[in-house]
């Protein structure tokens, strides 16, 4: 089983500030990694997916890179609908998710 | 644009069988190379990936469900579902529906999610 690690868990920001979310995989995933967010409540939203590519409509400020086994997700300026967990997951094998990173606003 | 739409019993016993369908709407369960997935979360916890079907019918489970686990597909009504035998409390979560796409990582669109709990 391929184990993706986040980090931090949790990431006190405030609005206009860059966020920058890391997940690590346990061995390499190739480029084979998507980011969510989820909100309460709520189911996630795809975000990033092939590490890199932003999925239809969701905004410019997102971005992510990476791979092989180390990822980072980017949010160039927080909007305050961006407070949010967030979760990257990898294919290979079967699909597993990290454990989740929150954004909350500090 | 495709929407799905988890139904199903929001209690059920121990020991028992959860059982859960997901209806597709918006376009064909049979088109495209499109797999569909089952996905639980638990409150407050992580996403845990628990199999997916393919519209030729093949499978694929998690290996920590893989012996309590069922999906099918049953086309004429666009739905897919899910049964989950000998259920404890440990099985209490949001269950999601997720359509995937052969040979791609990512799960899009998500079914809104359906709690079922594990309770006498």
């Known amino acids: 089983e391929i184990v993706l690690t986040q980090s931090p868990a949790t990431l006190s920001l405030s609005p206009g500030e860059r966020a920058t979310l890391s997940c690590r995989a346990s061995q390499s995933v190739s480029s084979y990694l998507a980011w969510y967010q989820q909100k309460p409540g709520q189911a996630p939203r795809l975000l990033i997916y092939d590490a890199s590519n932003r999925a239809t409509g969701i905004p410019a400020r997102f971005s992510g890179s990476g791979s092989g086994t180390d990822f980072t997700l980017t949010i160039s300026s927080l909007e305050p609908e961006d407070f949010a967990v967030y979760y990257c997951?990898?294919?290979?094998?079967?699909?597993?998710f990290g454990p989740g990173t929150k954004v909350d606003i500090k | 644009q495709v929407q799905l739409q988890e139904s199903g019993p929001g209690l059920v016993k121990p020991s028992q069988t959860l059982s859960l369908t997901c209806t597709v709407s918006?376009?064909?369960?049979?088109?495209?190379?499109?797999?569909w997935s089952w996905i639980r979360q638990p409150a407050g916890k992580g996403l845990e990936w628990i199999g997916r079907i393919y519209t030729s019918g093949s499978t694929n489970y998690n290996p920590s469900l893989k012996s309590r686990v069922t999906i099918s597909v049953d086309t004429s009504k666009n739905q897919f579902s899910l049964k989950l035998s000998s259920v404890t409390a440990a099985d209490t979560a949001v269950y999601y529906c997720?359509?995937?796409?052969?040979?791609?990582?990512?799960?899009?669109?998500w079914g809104q999610g359906t709690l079922v709990t594990v309770s006498s």
């Open positions: 918006g376009g064909s369960i049979s088109s495209g190379s499109y797999y």
């Open positions: 997720a359509r995937g796409i052969t040979g791609t990582t990512e799960f899009d669109p």
């Open positions: 997951q990898q294919r290979s094998n079967w699909p597993t």
